[in-house]
């Protein structure tokens, strides 16, 4: 019976914890929802743009992957698998000329290496 009596105490723990970890993970929520309204491609902010190279593998590769993908549909579409492979980096320095790239860099060099 002593149970009963503490409800209102495990009710405030378990939101506690519920907000802790939405807290702990807002970055990754607030990427997962701006992903989903931007067709399921992320778009970086400045802090978090990393150097897409051969190995990298994630959720910006797999952005990557798919803005390859829409910049050019006359070839093979590449499998949006978020590894970053011979496939993907045979693919970026065709439309870019480069072997490793910053999202934030992607369409300025597409369009740069179109007009060379």
Do not use: C
Not at 53 to 70: A, C, H, I, P
Not at 74 to 82: I, K, N, P
Not at 86 to 110: C, F, N, V
């Amino acid at each position: 019976m002593n149970f009963l009596k503490n409800k209102g105490w495990i009710s405030f723990v378990l939101l506690a914890a519920v907000v802790g970890v939405i807290i702990w993970q807002w970055e990754a929520i607030k990427n997962f929802f701006a992903s989903k309204a931007n067709g399921g491609l992320l778009t970086p902010n400045k802090a978090q743009d990393p150097i897409l190279q051969m190995g990298s593998k994630g959720r910006y590769v797999e952005t990557l992957q798919g803005k390859l993908n829409q910049a050019d549909t006359s070839l093979t579409r590449l499998s949006l698998d978020g590894d970053f492979g011979p496939l993907t980096q045979a693919r970026l320095k065709a439309l870019t000329g480069k072997t490793s790239i910053r999202l934030s860099e992607l369409e300025t060099a597409i369009k740069a290496h179109k007009k060379a």
